[in-house]
């Protein structure tokens, strides 16, 4: 079975300060794990995937296997970062199949 | 090119009626997934269609049912409504069916009454 958990289901900073999301993940395989970002009003995006190990909007993400941990950081948070934040997993045999974990609202205060 | 499409965007049933969302991916894409995104269950994996063949399916009831065109459109449909299917059903596309390019559609909201 896969699972994704994401502790915190509100997160509040300031403008400048670092942030962290975390995701913690069940799989017994190797997973694809991604973050989505929802702002408000928008359709879900994806904002990255650890495989490309990229860095967009400011946010990067290691995939940590011995913890079993996908956590997503930006050094200096933004006011227009403020959104709702997905982490996904999919695995070997699962297609296109996405499970996500419950969602992190981040907002920023000014 | 234009973004995957969802209709209607907002729906309105009543307890034992049937329904059918769309979807139109993007132009290319073979791929469709559905997603029910609920307050209390989050976002949850429900089908996925692969060049009209179901490809990959979520642990729901037979009520939940789906299928794609030869154009890749999708439709899902739900009978017998019950309360608890009031949700944004969201679909995806992506082009191979791997889930690194997938695109999101603006959701279906289905209210239950």
């Known amino acids: 079975a896969q699972r994704v958990t994401q502790p915190e289901k509100l997160l509040s900073v300031f403008k400048g300060a670092p942030v962290e999301l975390k995701c913690n993940y069940s799989?017994?395989?190797?997973?694809?794990l991604f973050w989505y970002v929802q702002y408000s009003r928008q359709r879900l995006q994806l904002l990255l995937r650890h495989i490309s190990r990229e860095s967009i909007k400011g946010f990067t993400a290691d995939l940590n296997k011995g913890e079993t941990s996908f956590h997503l950081k930006k050094p200096f948070a933004q006011e227009e970062d403020s959104a709702m934040y997905y982490c996904?997993?999919?695995?070997?045999?699962?297609?296109?199949?996405?499970?996500f974990g419950e969602g992190t609202q981040l907002t920023v205060n000014p | 090119k234009a973004g995957v499409t969802q209709t209607p965007r907002y729906l309105i049933k009543t307890r034992g009626q049937q329904v059918t969302l769309s979807c139109s991916p993007i132009?290319?894409?073979?791929?469709v997934s559905w997603y029910q995104q609920t307050p209390g269950q989050g976002l949850q994996f429900l089908f996925e269609?692969?060049?009209?063949?179901?490809?990959n399916k979520g642990n729901f009831p037979g009520r939940f049912s789906g299928r794609q065109f030869s154009n890749s459109r999708s439709e899902m449909n739900v009978s017998t409504l019950e309360l608890g299917d009031s949700a944004l059903y969201l679909c995806a596309s992506s082009a191979g069916g791997e889930p690194r390019g997938q695109y999101f559609g603006p959701g279906t909201r289905l209210t239950v009454t």
């Open positions: 996904a997993l999919s695995g070997q045999t699962s297609g296109s199949r996405l499970t």
């Open positions: 132009s290319g894409h073979r791929s």
């Open positions: 269609y692969f060049s009209e063949t179901q490809r």
């Open positions: 799989y017994s395989g190797s997973p694809e």
